[in-house]
């Protein structure tokens, strides 16, 4: 199974308070974002007519049961403890279920619950003389019994309360000819993260199954699952499926979301402890948005859009060694001729592949794009939308050299060297010549000062042979190296973004399968995967993180991992636009419920404070923060 971030995890906005103020690990709840879910749901009941619990396996984070309350009917629990939790810190209903029930948590279940359901008759017959005679003492929460639609939209088995041979609710089979006088309620559970019109094809389920059962009961609770708060959740849809219901059914309606009514308004922030295993090449720094597709990507396949790095690579490779071949029959002595021939080769190669524009697809893209200076070789042009600069090179030379290959392989070589984000995009057909597309992402610095750079090329094992050109003893050698073609960023971090690389062949740098098959530098971070996060192992779930992508999508790629000893307490691959430095904060998205609850202390690894914030008041709050004490207690 291939892990995805769900696509509401990208829609929470960026944290409001300041990541300076949090220590590390740390759940931080904005209670802004928690008030604007609960009022979504606080609309939900007043206008459809039913009643929304907190469904406390989702979201259990009592400090906040006091904004909670304004707005929510009760508790839902799954157990005696979480039961006990709704009871003393929430103070509305308390409805429970679980499983099977001891009849020792029963009898403390009995005196808090206004509701229980069951989940098979067997539970049911066991326990109703319980209920019964607390009944005959003036308290006894109403009965219900759970049953299972048999109605499966769940696409992940170990999240699908309808999977075949599921032991959660009673079928209807089971309930033909049974004694189910007694039961008040009827309960189903058969979403996950989805939206009305699923509950409304549910529904219609347990209405074909159970309309006997239907009659009886005075109530149903229809389970989570419900994506309320989504920003693409059908609310007007799910008013009208329930009134519709209560129309036809004359009955109390439930529904318990968890995840929803925190979604979207936790961060789980960490910091990076160390980096392991960084590839021995000068990557450097780029201060950059990711590359975007362009507005008109999808126009035909000769419109202009930014190219992912490894098809730019790809099609650079094959261009030159079309050129090279082709070359070979030309007068290199002739530069007419030679010129000749590398235009009509490329004009051919980019108009078979796919990579030949025009003016005007070019236009399209970059029309609103700021023309910088560009110098003797390239008209150059930022584009703020995408982040990157564009360079056009000067027809009919290519570059410095002039000579179309040696360009090419300069673009790659400063890839693989200096880890340069800097991208062959295409072939620009104008009344003057053809003209090399490339982008490279943009920057924000200072000029390096003529020492900075010494310094920088000494570290990678280059000594200055005169002014602006160093060399290795392996003869490598590096022109151009000036301070107009070299920025330093805040943070210290060299970007030449200009330079020329000569003495390098591409056979001397590692190839496309070399560069999947390395392996990649690990970020360890004060979190775990599978103390913290267990939901990104045991399901293809990918958490997103505020300003990083997918792996190789930006220039720099890590593997993130956790604390513990598992070798395998990995989180999932992410690319980010700057190398990560140790001390830095990474500020997941979307942790605020079930990644919360579902937390342990493996390993003795600390567990992450608790915080709220207050947009209102400015406020971060260390609600809990865990010890010694807390793992020992655990244990004991």
Aim: a negative charge.
């Amino acid at each position: 199974m291939s892990a995805e971030i769900p696509p509401h995890a990208l829609e929470q906005p960026a944290p409001r308070f300041d990541l300076s103020r949090v220590g590390t690990p740390a759940y931080v709840v904005d209670l802004g974002l928690l008030r604007q879910n609960l009022e979504k749901l606080a609309m939900v009941q007043r206008e459809a007519g039913c009643k929304v619990l907190l469904a406390l396996k989702g979201f259990s984070m009592f400090s906040t049961f006091g904004l909670v309350r304004q707005y929510l009917s009760g508790c839902c629990a799954s157990g005696i403890h979480e039961a006990q939790l709704a009871h003393q810190e929430f103070g509305k209903e308390v409805h429970v279920y679980a499983p099977a029930f001891k009849e020792a948590e029963m009898r403390q279940i009995i005196p808090i619950a206004d509701h229980v359901s069951f989940n098979s008759l067997h539970e049911w017959r066991r326990f109703r003389p319980m209920i019964e005679a607390a009944r005959s003492l003036g308290h006894a929460p109403s009965p219900g019994l759970r049953v299972n639609p048999e109605h499966s939209e769940v696409e992940v088995s170990l999240y699908d309360p309808c999977s075949p041979g599921c032991r959660l609710g009673t079928r209807a089979q089971a309930m033909e000819g049974e004694d189910l006088s007694g039961l008040e309620g009827l309960h189903f559970h058969a979403l996950c993260e989805q939206n009305s019109d699923t509950l409304e094809r549910v529904v219609g389920a347990v209405e074909k199954r159970f309309p006997k059962f239907l009659e009886q009961v005075k109530w149903v609770n229809m389970g989570g699952g419900h994506h309320i708060t989504r920003s693409n959740y059908d609310v007007d849809r799910l008013i009208r499926l329930v009134q519709g219901f209560k129309q036809r059914w004359g009955k109390d309606v439930y529904l318990e979301p968890g995840e929803a009514v925190a979604l979207n308004t936790g961060y789980l922030v960490a910091s990076v402890m160390d980096i392991v295993g960084e590839r021995k090449r000068s990557a450097v720094a780029i201060a950059a948005p990711a590359p975007t597709m362009a507005a008109n990507a999808e126009g035909g396949p000769h419109s202009f859009r930014y190219r992912p790095q490894a098809e730019s690579n790809s099609a650079a490779r094959d261009l030159i060694d079309r050129l090279t071949k082709a070359g070979r029959g030309a007068d290199r002595a002739d530069a007419a001729q030679r010129i000749d021939a590398e235009a009509q080769s490329l004009r051919s190669w980019a108009a078979e592949n796919g990579w030949l524009i025009t003016a005007g697809e070019f236009s399209e893209v970059v029309g609103g794009a700021d023309q910088l200076e560009g110098g003797s070789e390239h008209d150059v042009y930022l584009d703020h939308r995408a982040g990157r600069v564009i360079k056009l090179t000067l027809p009919p030379n290519f570059g410095a050299g002039g000579d179309l290959v040696t360009y090419l392989t300069n673009v790659l070589v400063c890839q693989g060297m200096l880890g340069l984000d800097w991208r062959f995009e295409a072939v620009l057909d104008t009344e003057t010549g053809l003209r090399l597309v490339t982008s490279q992402a943009f920057v924000v610095g200072e000029k390096a000062t003529d020492d900075e750079i010494r310094t920088y090329f000494a570290a990678l094992g280059f000594a200055q042979e005169r002014e602006n050109t160093f060399r290795r003893a392996d003869k490598v050698m590096i022109a151009d190296a000036r301070p107009d073609n070299i920025f330093v960023l805040p943070s210290g971090t060299l970007i030449p973004f200009d330079v020329h690389v000569r003495g390098v062949g591409l056979d001397s740098l590692p190839s496309e399968e070399d560069e999947a098959e390395a392996p990649l530098p690990t970020a360890i971070l004060d979190t775990s995967a599978t103390a913290h996060m267990p939901d990104t192992l045991e399901m293809p779930y990918r958490a997103h993180i505020i300003g990083a992508d997918w792996p190789q999508a930006l220039p720099h790629t890590y593997r993130l991992g956790g604390m513990t000893c598992l070798a395998g307490d990995v989180i999932n691959d992410y690319s980010f636009a700057e190398p990560l430095e140790i001390g830095q904060k990474l500020v997941f998205t979307d942790m605020a419920h079930y990644t919360m609850v579902k937390t342990t202390t493996f390993n003795g690894v600390p567990h992450p404070d608790i915080d709220t914030y207050d947009p209102e008041t400015d406020e971060l709050r260390v609600v809990r923060r865990f010890g010694y004490e807390d793992f020992k207690r655990k244990l004991s």
